[in-house]
C-alpha cells in the first residue's frame, strides 16, 4: 500500500497529466483523448513513483525505459515529461501536432528528450522494448523495461512474436502493461477482433500474469512492484481501466479515442477536472 501523502501526490499528478492531455488537444483539433486518460494513473505511478529516471540527465546510462507500443497515445506521455520537467511546459503545451513542434501526434525521439523509440505503427512497440531489456542485460544493467500495449493492437500479430521472443530469453526486465479499455477506433474490441481468454494466453506465452484496476493507484504500484519479484519470465500487467477515464463525457465512448472537443466539451471537461 502507498502510504497515504504519497497516493495523494499521485492522485494530483494523474489529474493534472488528464489536464496537460486536454489543455494540448484543445479546440477543434483531433487527438487521443480517450486511450491518453485511461493510462493517465499508471504513467503517473511509473514517472513519479516507480522508474529510475533524471530529467537532468535523460541519458543516465542505467534508467528504466517506458515505451508506448500504442504510439498514439503520445499525449500522456508528453504530459508525464513536462510534469517531471524534461521541457518547458509552458511553451509547449499548445503546440502540439503544429509545424515544428517537438510535440507531434506520435513519439519522436529526434524530436524529443525523454523519448526512448518512435513508435504508433501498431505491433511493433513490444519487439522495441524486448530488444531494449536484452540489450540491459547484456550489459549487466539492473534496469527495467515498460511498454504499454493496447488491446485493440493485440489483433497484431507481430506482437504474440515479441511476447515467445521475451518468454524464450527470460526478460525478467520486461513488463508489458496491456490498457484493456474494451474499446478502439471503430468501437468495443471484442466485436472487432474477439481476443479470448486473454489472462490464460499470456500465461501459455510464458509471463507471470497480473491484473488490476488501472485506476486504482495501490493496485498499480503493488503490481509494478510484485513485478519485481519475478524471476526467469517476463511479466504482463493487465490493467482494465476506462477509455476518457476522468471526462465524464468522454468515458467509455469509443468517437473519442481521435475524435474533436467543441469548445464546449473543451472548457467542460477543463471545469470537471478543476473541480476534482
Not at 61 to 72: A, M, N, T, V
Not at 93 to 121: C, F, W, Y
Not at 182 to 201: S, V
Not at 216 to 221: F, S, T, Y
Amino acid at each position: 500500500m502507498l502510504e497515504k501523502k504519497e497516493k495523494q501526490m499521485l492522485a494530483e499528478r494523474a489529474l493534472e497529466i488528464r489536464k496537460d492531455i486536454v489543455t494540448m488537444i484543445g479546440v477543434g483539433k483531433a487527438g487521443h483523448l480517450g486511450g491518453s486518460c485511461s493510462l493517465a494513473d499508471i504513467t503517473a505511478v511509473l514517472y513519479f513513483h516507480k522508474m529510475k529516471h533524471d530529467p537532468k540527465n535523460p541519458k543516465m546510462r542505467d534508467r528504466d525505459r517506458f515505451i508506448l507500443s500504442k504510439g498514439h497515445a503520445a499525449i500522456v506521455q508528453y504530459a508525464a515529461l513536462m510534469e517531471c520537467g524534461y521541457f518547458d511546459k509552458e511553451s509547449s503545451i499548445h503546440t502540439l501536432k503544429k509545424l515544428g513542434s517537438h510535440l507531434q501526434g506520435h513519439p519522436d525521439m529526434r524530436k524529443l528528450v525523454g523519448i526512448e523509440a518512435n513508435t504508433g505503427s501498431l505491433g511493433q512497440g513490444v519487439s522495441l522494448a524486448a530488444g531494449l531489456a536484452a540489450g540491459l542485460k547484456l550489459d549487466g544493467l539492473d534496469s527495467k523495461v515498460y511498454v504499454t500495449v493496447g488491446d485493440g493492437e493485440l489483433a497484431e500479430g507481430q506482437l504474440w512474436e515479441a511476447f515467445m521472443a521475451a518468454a524464450n530469453f527470460k526478460l525478467d526486465n520486461l513488463r508489458v502493461i496491456i490498457d484493456r479499455n474494451g474499446l478502439q477506433a471503430t468501437g468495443r474490441t471484442k466485436d472487432r477482433f474477439e481476443i479470448g481468454h486473454l489472462e490464460e494466453k499470456m500465461r501459455a506465452f510464458g509471463f507471470e500474469v497480473l491484473v488490476i484496476d488501472g485506476h486504482d493507484l495501490d493496485a498499480i504500484a503493488e503490481a509494478f512492484d510484485t513485478a519485481d519479484c519475478v524471476k526467469s519470465k517476463p511479466v504482463c500487467i493487465i490493467a482494465d481501466t476506462v477509455k476518457g477515464k476522468g471526462i465524464p463525457f468522454a468515458e467509455g465512448v469509443a468517437s473519442f479515442h481521435n475524435g474533436t472537443l467543441t469548445e464546449e466539451q473543451y472548457q467542460e471537461a477543463l471545469k470537471v477536472l478543476e473541480e476534482a
